[in-house]
């Protein structure tokens, strides 16, 4: 129980440390205030939070969950996401990072035990795989419902090279800063 | 010369892929393209003669959006849907290559998971580049993801149960044809 309880509270505060960032960042850089709705039609060029879930799910594996859970409902309540989709991003946040490293791994390419064996290039692939997963099920998602306010061709062209370049960047400072204080070796 | 068997080789399982695909499609109207083995014939031909037959894939790829396009094709919008098409999988093949996810330019000893794995992954990249293009330019006449989803998983579908049967079945067909003497 107890286990369970520690991996989920680091996996909520990992991933609140990448929201934290990801929003400080994009609001210093477009002058807007950090609270208050988010528009989900364009994306963000450094999306850190999709490399978190990441992290969080080849770390802690299913003892983390609940921790994931409860801060991507948090964060979808935070940014005020509308009912129809409020569900599905919560649940394409914390899904995506597990089908895409399940991927790897039934189909034998990556093992993905832990960050620190694997090396810079097959991160690279693993970001590559979960941000093609993340874009195109928001997207799905995101144009079944009637109200868009923005082109396919925007939202796809800020979401991939944002998922992209913010999960790369989230894993390689986690495994830097796992490196320096010799987290996760037994 | 070999280079050039191949190419016609290459070029001619793309085309008539496409045909099937195209024939079936007028067949079940809705249905169009969820099962385009195109994408399997292209994938195949790459494993199969290497690089080299990125010309005859190209080809018959243009060929399909001047002849087969339900939208108004002009020649920048073939050139860049058709190279699209064709590189994408090369692309996904080197990054594999570099990343040691799995060497398909050499298919000894390949494992057939890895084969699959690119499949996806290839599908999944194809759709959502092409897309980017088509989107910005081409009025449809579904919805977006309607259109996306049908190229996904048209593509995943066919690349999927084309390898698959060529896999299991090209070669015992081969050894038939052989006998009758046709080659």
Known sequence: MSKYLLASLNSFFIIFFAYFAFLSITSWQESIELTGEIDISIGSYLYLPLGAYAFCWVVYGKQGFPGQLLISILMSLYWELDSNIFIQFTLINIFGPVVAIAIFRVLEVYKFKDFKSETSIAILFLCIVLALLNTLSKFLVYFMTENQTTSAFDFLATYLPGDIIGSFVFIIFAKFMMKIFHLGSQ | ?183
Do not use: C
């Not at chain 2, 496409?18 to 169009?32: D, P, Q, R, T």
């Not at chain 2, 073939?78 to 060497?103: D, E, H, R």
């Not at chain 2, 079945?169 to 006998?179: D, G, L, S």
């Open chain 2, 1 to 183: 010369m070999n280079i050039l068997k191949n190419n016609i080789n290459a070029f001619l399982l793309v085309f008539v892929s496409i045909l099937v695909s195209v024939f079936f499609g007028a067949l079940i109207e809705n249905f169009k393209s969820l099962i385009f083995l195109a994408f399997g014939a292209k994938i195949l031909a790459l494993l199969l003669w290497g690089v080299y037959v990125i010309p005859g894939i190209f080809l018959a790829k243009a060929m399909q959006y001047v002849f087969f396009a339900n939208f108004d094709p002009n020649v920048e919008m073939v050139v860049s849907l058709a190279a699209i098409a064709t590189l994408t999988p090369v692309l996904m093949m080197t990054m594999m290559k570099i990343s040691k996810a799995g060497n398909l330019f050499n298919l000894e000893n390949i494992n057939f998971r890895h084969i699959i794995f690119f499949i996806i992954i290839t599908a999944m990249l194809s759709a959502i580049l092409k897309h980017m293009y088509m989107l910005s330019d081409i009025d449809f006449a579904h919805n977006a993801a309607v259109v996306m989803l049908e190229a996904l998983f048209g593509q995943l579908f066919g690349g999927l149960l084309f390898v698959y049967v060529a896999s299991k079945y090209a070669q015992p067909i081969h050894q038939i044809i052989k006998k009758l003497k046709f080659v």
